[in-house]
């Protein structure tokens, strides 16, 4: 798209379309070989000697097992061949095992007992090593290099009819070569190949025919030969002439290329030495809770009834809601990438990359609140991802309309011609450069070009420039004019007022002709700002992200869609080729709908007081749902399939063809089957019915306006124009580009078109009557779409997949303050329960769908959540109550009793454990989750549950906003400040109470003497649990006390007030038996 380097604005409605000049200084115009062997067992390639001879585990059958496979059998298995069950024996050197026969005149030391070495072993096993970690294969070698020459040069002895024969010339002979099968599973772990030392081949058996073998001698060495001219044919197609489309060579005769074909990715299930024990404490826990319901239900307590009916509905309550977050996570797993294999796949030397496109969100509304100097950095970041160029795109969505955002976009640009080139030139991390020179690291390690030091000195201060002019335009942007700002060529700024403004897009960089410092291209940035008009619903964020999805559509069309906030900047610049690992696999990434990243964040203190990090959710929660249908959306830092935003149904797999049994009559099967046989069959001809009555009804795309010529799809046979018009709306640039799964544009597309459809698509009236929010795009109804468009994806039958990358893909900003912090919980629980009580609901929506039911309780445990507020401020209530009047929710606890609660006790600390040993969570960051569960409970949770309640039942909106503020200065400074919100309410009431019932139960154990100290011990107990998950909450309401911890002036208080207590009660003044009047002195009278 042309646009002269020009800000397009316009209203569809209004018939408007303006191409606004934009003064010089500130336009810019945009800018090997066929493998071996495969291995039965674990479906790797069978590896071959020093000598290029293959390995051969069994002499009587020749089964193809490789060596790892051989020696993993022998040790840990049968030790049998698993075709025709003959013991394996001894190869030289593999190690001996118990059982092995002694061998005459065989000198194998080393190899038996691990001694010595070859002299080559250390360089094979590097190479072993690096193919293992990769893809789990070994050395390979072709078919065709198995011909006499090489086989006459090895040490191998060629085998005949069970003899071996000097005298025969080597083309005489048969190899043991077994035929290429197709791959396997992996059904072990595969131990360090180790392929130095030459195979000892044995003779076959003489008693036996080569035709049991499947081999012949003369005749089969000219059939094989035959094989593998037509197997190197194939080949040379797939390496020389390209392959555009993969499934046209998936011939199962076709062996991949040693890393070029193989599988981008591989699942890493959890050692079962970490899982097993985890699982068997779960089943061991649901009993022990039964049992502790038993006894807690069979013994009320009489004189406290209230208190132990409100006691055991909370615990019913926390038990049932630790099912629902418990079991999504039975089957947690983990996964690899290789992104070497990517390249070799899709990236094939001296012709263009084959990688899909990628167009790249950024959304933001007000640049007061999200500063542009941040939203830059996350741009430049972006810009400067390790990925084609040409293949990425960035659209800046400014949803507050501001010039401020416009102007910093335009000075992001012009700084990105200067700082894509030094990121691609070095390979630095990460790409934002307020984070990379931020870094606390030897930025010189591992770099040896003396370039590098005079380069880094000078971007930096290019940057240092860069900063001083947002600051500046930032400055200037505090003070409004009056008339509304003005473009630098005296154009009015057509986004003056915010809530009444045409569409608005620039296209800044990818455009022909404007390259970065270097002469190379640039990726395409495009700012746009969608129309807003009154007596329109906008919808917010979810609506700024459907704008993007169309107009992206309009002007580039990638498949794929990665979406982050304005302060998240990409921290691996390989993030989005993790992605394009699952997307892009020919096994299953069409099944994929997106990649979720996990979110870490810069710029929080080292002890995480308020748990901003959510490394619990992240990193345990997440990977469970990964082995179940994949992880939820969490609205940033996801790679998006961009046919599965538009409400299509995942792709659906051919069913396997039935089992049938023979162990019941035909006539009884008959029966049983016969009734669904019947019901499927009217099933399939109502179905039929239901095309040819819709097919009456339906044309072909061919009166669609430009566009759409040149479409071929066989969606377009399902559906008539009308109906793509209700589902995506009125343009028919749009419609077209919807049909193109794999992404790009329509051919007969003018430049003209484009830019009429593109604004024509971010016009206010553009989703009316459409099922823009409803089905197609993110989906509207909550504050928190992120969790409503995953879901309904997943009810499609898609599944997701949750990426886990050494280096973090994404890294943001998150609020350290504690009121702030509480408003985010509170925005997050609001969206659930409007959720909760909508039709989108999990409990009631989306059954006989793609929707797996584990994936389903943890869609209902998102959004009932906030209701354990109540049950839980009620049981935090609880201790302060039994301190002050006496009484317990347990009654006198027998031996069984106490040992169901230790039981109990035991078994939750036993799942925490085991929970953060195989999800690589350290206590800290669980305990502080723990603690903040409770603080959130008692605050936003609550309001969030009261505010959703108005807002669906009376639509009443209630904002909880800051009314006071202090600030403070030094490191961390915004941790500090206290800001006064009603969210402190709950909480600060719940504290206040316990440390009062802590004082009044032990004062009133000291009035009574030593016998109330027994039962005291429960309550206190309990309110302690209380006030130690609220701690955090008390530091922060506390605010920095300047040289005196926080710990110490609780401790005070309480220690102060228990000695005045106990000072009272000894009063040393006052005698032991009697009270004894003495004369003070006075004459009274």
């Known amino acids: 798209?042309?646009?002269?380097?020009?800000?397009?604005?316009?209203?569809?409605?209004?018939?408007?379309?303006?191409?606004?000049?934009?003064?010089?200084?500130?336009?810019?115009?945009?800018?090997?070989?066929?493998?071996?062997?495969?291995?039965?067992?674990?479906?790797?390639?069978?590896?071959?000697?020093?000598?290029?001879?293959?390995?051969?585990?069994?002499?009587?059958?020749?089964?193809?097992?490789?060596?790892?496979?051989?020696?993993?059998?022998?040790?840990?298995?049968?030790?049998?061949?698993?075709?025709?069950?003959?013991?394996?024996?001894?190869?030289?050197?593999?190690?001996?095992?118990?059982g092995d026969e002694e061998e005459d005149g065989v000198d194998d030391l080393e190899n038996e007992f691990d001694i010595g070495s070859h002299p080559h072993h250390h360089h094979i096993a590097e190479t072993m090593l690096s193919s293992r970690l990769n893809g789990g294969l070994g050395i390979s070698t072709t078919p065709s290099e198995f011909d006499a020459a090489s086989v006459a040069g090895s040490e191998i002895p060629l085998l005949t009819y069970g003899q071996e024969d000097v005298g025969i010339s080597a083309d005489k002979h048969a190899l043991i070569i077994p035929p290429f099968m197709p791959r396997g599973k992996r059904v072990h772990p595969?131990?360090?190949?180790?392929?130095?030392?030459?195979?000892?081949?044995?003779?076959?058996?003489?008693?036996?025919d080569l035709a049991v073998y499947g081999y012949g001698s003369v005749a089969w060495k000219e059939r094989m030969e035959d094989w593998k001219k037509k197997q190197s044919e194939k080949l040379q197609?797939?390496?020389?002439?390209?392959?555009?489309?993969?499934?046209?060579?998936?011939?199962?005769?076709?062996?991949?290329?040693d890393e070029g074909r193989q599988p981008l990715w591989r699942k890493l299930p959890i050692s079962s030495s970490r899982i097993n024990p985890y699982r068997i404490i779960i089943v061991l826990r649901i009993a022990i809770l039964c049992?502790?319901?038993?006894?807690?239900?069979?013994?009320?307590?009489?004189?406290?009834?209230?208190?132990?009916?409100?006691?055991?509905?909370?615990?019913?309550?926390?038990?049932?809601?630790?099912?629902?977050?418990?079991?999504?996570?039975?089957?947690?797993?983990?996964?690899?990438?290789?992104?070497?294999?990517?390249?070799?796949?899709?990236?094939?030397?001296?012709?263009?990359?084959?990688?899909?496109?990628?167009?790249?969100?950024?959304?933001?509304?007000?640049?007061?609140k999200e500063p542009p100097l941040i939203t830059a950095n996350t741009v430049l970041s972006i810009l400067a991802v390790d990925y084609p160029v040409e293949k990425v795109a960035c659209y800046v969505s400014d949803d507050g309309a501001a010039m401020l955002t416009f102007e910093a976009l335009s000075e992001t640009s012009e700084f990105a011609r200067k700082w894509v080139p030094f990121c691609k030139k070095f390979s630095i991390e990460p790409r934002a450069p307020e984070w990379y020179f931020a870094q606390k690291v030897d930025y010189l390690k591992?770099?040896?070009?003396?370039?590098?030091?005079?380069?880094?000195?000078?971007?930096?201060?290019?940057?240092?420039?860069?900063?001083?002019?947002?600051?500046?335009?930032?400055?200037?942007?505090?003070?409004?004019?009056?008339?509304?700002?003005?473009?630098?060529?005296?154009?009015?700024?057509?986004?003056?007022?915010?809530?009444?403004?045409?569409?608005?897009?620039?296209?800044?960089?990818?455009?022909?002709?404007?390259?970065?410092?270097?002469?190379?291209?640039?990726?395409?940035?495009?700012?746009?700002?969608?129309?807003?008009?009154?007596?329109?619903?906008?919808?917010?964020?979810?609506?700024?992200?459907?704008?993007?999805?169309?107009?992206?559509?309009?002007?580039?069309?990638?498949?794929?869609?990665?979406?982050?906030?304005?302060?998240?900047?990409?921290?691996?610049?390989?993030?989005?080729?993790?992605?394009?690992?699952?997307?892009?696999?020919?096994?299953?990434?069409?099944?994929?709908c997106y990649v979720q990243f996990p979110q870490r964040f810069d710029g929080i203190d080292r002890h995480d007081r308020y748990s901003n990090r959510n490394v619990v959710f992240f990193d345990i929660n997440m990977k469970g749902l990964d082995g179940i249908q994949g992880p939820i959306y969490v609205g940033t830092g996801c790679v998006f399939r961009r046919h599965a935003l538009y409400g299509y149904d995942a792709p659906s797999s051919k069913k396997p063809p039935r089992r049938t049994c023979n162990c019941w009559p035909k006539w009884c099967c008959c029966l049983c089957c016969g009734s669904q046989k019947k019901k499927n069959k009217g099933k399939s001809s109502m179905k039929m019915l239901k095309n040819k009555d819709d097919t009456k009804h339906m044309h072909t795309l061919e009166n669609i306006e430009e566009g759409i010529e040149g479409v071929e799809s066989e969606k377009s046979l399902l559906m008539s124009q009308l109906k793509f018009e209700k589902k995506f709306g009125q343009s028919a640039v749009f419609i077209a580009a919807t049909l193109m799964e794999d992404g790009g544009l329509p051919k007969a597309a003018s430049s003209a078109t484009l830019l009429k459809e593109a604004i024509h698509?971010?016009?206010c009236g553009y989703e009316d009557k459409t099922e823009w929010g409803k089905e197609v795009g993110w989906i509207y109804g909550s504050v928190t779409e992120d969790i409503l468009t995953g879901f309904k994806m997943h009810c499609h039958g898609w599944r997701s997949v949750?990426?886990?990358?050494?280096?973090?893909?994404?890294?943001?900003?998150?609020?350290?303050?504690?009121?702030?912090?509480?408003?985010?919980?509170?925005?997050?629980?609001?969206?659930?329960?409007?959720?909760?009580?909508?039709?989108?609901?999990?409990?009631?929506?989306?059954?006989?769908?793609?929707?797996?039911?584990?994936?389903?309780?943890?869609?209902?445990?998102?959004?009932?959540?906030?209701?354990?507020?109540?049950?839980?401020?009620?049981?935090?209530?609880?201790?302060?109550?039994?301190?002050?009047?006496?009484?317990?929710?347990?009654?006198?606890?027998?031996?069984?009793?106490?040992?169901?609660?230790?039981?109990?006790?035991?078994?939750?600390?036993?799942?925490?454990?085991?929970?953060?040993?195989?999800?690589?969570?350290?206590?800290?960051?669980?305990?502080?989750?723990?603690?903040?569960?409770?603080?959130?409970?008692?605050?936003?949770?609550?309001?969030?549950?009261?505010?959703?309640l108005l807002k669906v039942l009376a639509g009443v909106n209630t904002n909880f906003t800051v009314t006071s503020k202090a600030a403070d200065d030094g490191e961390f400074a915004e941790l500090y400040i206290f800001k006064w919100t009603s969210l402190l309410i709950p909480p600060l009431t719940l504290l206040i109470i316990?440390?009062?019932?802590?004082?009044?139960?032990?004062?009133?154990?000291?009035?009574?003497?030593?016998?109330?100290?027994?039962?005291?011990?429960?309550?206190?107990?309990?309110?302690?649990?209380?006030?130690?998950?609220?701690?955090?909450?008390?530091?922060?309401?506390?605010?920095?006390?300047?040289?005196?911890?926080?710990?110490?002036?609780?401790?005070?208080?309480?220690?102060?007030?228990?000695?005045?207590?106990?000072?009272?009660?000894?009063?040393?003044?006052?005698?032991?038996?009697?009270?004894?009047?003495?004369?003070?002195?006075?004459?009274?009278?």
């Open 1 to 98: 798209m042309d646009t002269k380097g020009r800000l397009i604005a316009g209203s569809h409605n209004r018939n408007e379309f303006v191409l606004i000049n934009a003064d010089d200084t500130a336009r810019v115009n945009a800018v090997t070989e066929l493998s071996g062997q495969i291995c039965q067992i674990c479906g790797d390639e069978v590896e071959v000697t020093i000598n290029g001879d293959p390995f051969v585990a069994c002499n009587e059958c020749a089964f193809p097992v490789c060596k790892p496979c051989y020696e993993y059998e022998r040790r840990e298995g049968n030790q049998v061949c698993p075709q025709c069950k003959t013991r394996y024996n001894r190869i030289k050197g593999c190690p001996r095992v118990e």
């Open 190 to 208: 595969m131990p360090f190949p180790d392929s130095s030392v030459p195979v000892q081949a044995r003779a076959m058996d003489p008693k036996k």
């Open 237 to 257: 197609v797939v390496k020389h002439e390209g392959c555009k489309d993969l499934d046209e060579f998936d011939d199962p005769e076709l062996p991949k290329m």
């Open 291 to 368: 049992l502790f319901f038993h006894y807690r239900i069979l013994h009320p307590v009489n004189d406290a009834y209230a208190l132990w009916l409100t006691s055991v509905i909370c615990e019913i309550w926390f038990a049932a809601s630790w099912i629902l977050d418990q079991f999504p996570k039975w089957c947690p797993i983990e996964r690899e990438t290789y992104l070497d294999r990517l390249s070799l796949r899709y990236e094939k030397e001296g012709k263009p990359s084959e990688l899909a496109c990628v167009d790249v969100f950024v959304s933001t509304v007000d640049p007061m």
């Open 446 to 592: 591992d770099k040896v070009d003396a370039a590098f030091i005079r380069e880094r000195r000078a971007i930096k201060r290019e940057y240092e420039e860069f900063k001083v002019r947002i600051n500046a335009l930032v400055a200037t942007a505090q003070k409004v004019p009056e008339d509304g700002w003005t473009m630098q060529d005296g154009t009015l700024w057509p986004g003056n007022n915010v809530r009444d403004h045409p569409g608005m897009i620039q296209v800044f960089l990818g455009q022909n002709g404007v390259r970065d410092i270097e002469g190379n291209e640039l990726p395409r940035l495009v700012y746009v700002s969608r129309e807003k008009r009154p007596g329109y619903e906008h919808h917010k964020k979810a609506g700024a992200m459907n704008a993007l999805v169309r107009v992206s559509a309009i002007i580039s069309n990638a498949p794929y869609l990665l979406n982050v906030d304005c302060d998240h900047y990409i921290n691996n610049s390989k993030a989005l080729r993790e992605a394009m690992c699952f997307m892009m696999d020919p096994t299953s990434g069409k099944k994929i």
């Open 761 to 763: 698509v971010i016009s």
């Open 802 to 948: 949750y990426c886990m990358p050494k280096r973090p893909a994404f890294k943001g900003s998150a609020p350290i303050n504690l009121s702030d912090r509480l408003h985010q919980v509170l925005r997050w629980a609001l969206g659930s329960v409007e959720i909760l009580f909508s039709r989108h609901c999990p409990l009631w929506y989306g059954y006989g769908c793609g929707l797996k039911w584990l994936e389903r309780f943890s869609y209902i445990n998102s959004v009932v959540y906030p209701l354990t507020s109540i049950p839980l401020i009620a049981y935090c209530t609880l201790p302060a109550v039994c301190l002050l009047t006496g009484k317990f929710i347990v009654p006198e606890i027998s031996n069984y009793a106490s040992i169901i609660f230790m039981a109990l006790f035991i078994s939750i600390a036993a799942t925490s454990i085991l929970e953060m040993q195989w999800g690589g969570v350290g206590i800290h960051d669980w305990w502080r989750n723990e603690q903040f569960w409770v603080i959130g409970g008692a605050s936003s949770h609550l309001f969030a549950l009261f505010q959703g």
């Open 994 to 1085: 316990n440390i009062i019932g802590v004082i009044v139960g032990v004062s009133d154990a000291i009035n009574n003497g030593y016998d109330s100290w027994g039962p005291l011990f429960g309550k206190l107990f309990f309110a302690l649990w209380v006030i130690v998950h609220l701690y955090p909450f008390l530091k922060g309401v506390m605010g920095k006390q300047e040289g005196v911890p926080t710990i110490i002036l609780v401790w005070a208080i309480l220690l102060a007030s228990i000695l005045t207590l106990l000072w009272v009660r000894i009063n040393p003044f006052l005698a032991k038996n009697d009270i004894v009047l003495e004369l003070c002195g006075l004459k009274c009278d």
